[in-house]
């Protein structure tokens, strides 16, 4: 049997998939109001958008400014941070949902996608994948603590290393026209030739910066996705680390936390990641609303990110010589006595492979 997405009005056969239905749990909401809830906006987006392109300014010049100073550390940590913003603006824009004007949604995506040194192409597919087979261990190619868990990778992530040097190096194998095994997996062979162009596009533009033989060019664009990175890998660590693996429910492998609405701009959003699971359809900006409706079927909103980190530090650090050790999230009372074997935490946990039983850590 064959698979298909749909993108953007487009359909797309896709590589065979361990599961071939969409069996994840999601709560009940009237088709008006999830229609009220996806409705995209120009206006919005270029907002959204535009203020970050002011502060990427503002902290730029700032930076520039102090040049020659003892200031210009920070003044350029201030400016990658805030330029490390286009992780999670690439990220909504592969959905096409912050614009409702197809060719802004996919400009913006190219754009955030080569400041963050993710090829467009590939990262669309690879996070296809992710939506449809979250935390399911061998098919989702974006887990990003795999168990055992890693620490030192886990605290190079900060500045994304290694991450950084495998996606230059995937990028520069289909510049020369090799397909990766990744790619073969979940990027459908349609999709191959312009990978492979905007592949090629990527390299020439970032040898061009190499080729400038000075540091400043390089530390506005592309270096600030890694000294500035670190506020972006707190908050996206939040998202699945420590919680279940091969479970069909994202209450159960996703955090959802409370951000201040600074970090909320900045992370466009993405705390509320389980809503983001659950309906990816959903833009950024109706995000907090879709939360609001269907909070009574969730379990708990962390409150904050050291709420969050109170729990994740020791569960990867347990992880880190127990690869069978798990969070198990506690959810909704009536969600446990509704019947639904997927809101059951006991059901999950007898559902989960062999090697979780044993090992949970009910939260």
């Not at 935390?135 to 886990?154: K, S, W």
């Not at 190499?210 to 664009?221: C, E, G, Q, R």
């Not at 962390?302 to 994740?312: M, P, Q, S």
């Not at 979780?356 to 009910?362: A, L, T």
């Amino acid at each position: 049997m064959k698979e298909f997405v749909i993108y953007q009005n487009e359909c797309y056969d896709l590589p065979a998939m361990k599961h071939q239905t969409d069996d994840w749990y999601r709560p009940q909401i009237s088709r008006k109001e999830l229609k009220d809830l996806m409705q995209r906006s120009d206006a919005k987006g270029l907002i959204d958008f535009g203020l970050w392109g002011l502060l990427l300014i503002a902290s730029g010049y700032l930076a520039y400014a102090a040049l020659g100073t003892y200031w210009v550390i920070p003044a350029f940590f201030i400016y990658g941070t805030i330029y490390s913003s286009c992780d999670a603006r690439w990220h909504e824009c592969a959905h096409g949902t912050p614009f409702r004007t197809r060719w802004l949604n996919e400009f913006f995506y190219r754009l955030s996608s080569l400041m963050n040194m993710r090829e467009g192409t590939y990262m669309r597919w690879s996070h296809t994948r992710h939506h449809t087979e979250t935390i399911q261990v061998g098919i989702d190619p974006e887990i990003q603590v795999m168990r055992p868990a890693n620490l030192t990778n886990v605290i190079l992530d900060f500045l994304w290393l290694p991450g950084v040097f495998a996606m230059l190096k995937m990028m520069t194998l289909h510049a020369l026209g090799i397909i990766t095994k990744e790619a073969r997996d979940f990027v459908p062979p349609s999709e191959w030739r312009p990978m492979i162009w905007w592949s090629r596009l990527y390299v020439v533009i970032y040898l061009g910066m190499i080729a400038v033989k000075s540091w400043l060019p390089l530390l506005y664009f592309p270096l600030g996705r890694l000294y500035g990175g670190w506020l972006h890998q707190v908050f996206a660590l939040t998202q699945h680390a420590g919680l279940a693996e091969d479970v069909r429910d994202h209450r159960l492998n996703t955090r959802t936390i409370k951000l201040n609405p600074f970090f909320r701009f900045l992370y466009f959003n993405m705390n509320y990641h389980i809503e983001h699971h659950m309906f990816p359809t959903v833009p950024f900006h109706a995000l907090p609303r879709l939360s609001e409706r269907i909070q009574k079927d969730l379990p708990r909103q962390y409150n904050g990110l050291i709420d969050a980190y109170r729990e994740i530090v020791p569960v990867l650090i347990r992880q880190s010589s127990d690869a069978n050790y798990f969070l198990l999230r506690e959810l909704p009372e009536q969600n446990r006595s509704s019947g639904i074997a997927e809101a059951n935490p006991r059901a999950i946990s007898e559902q989960s492979s062999e090697k979780n039983k044993g090992n949970v850590s009910h939260v």
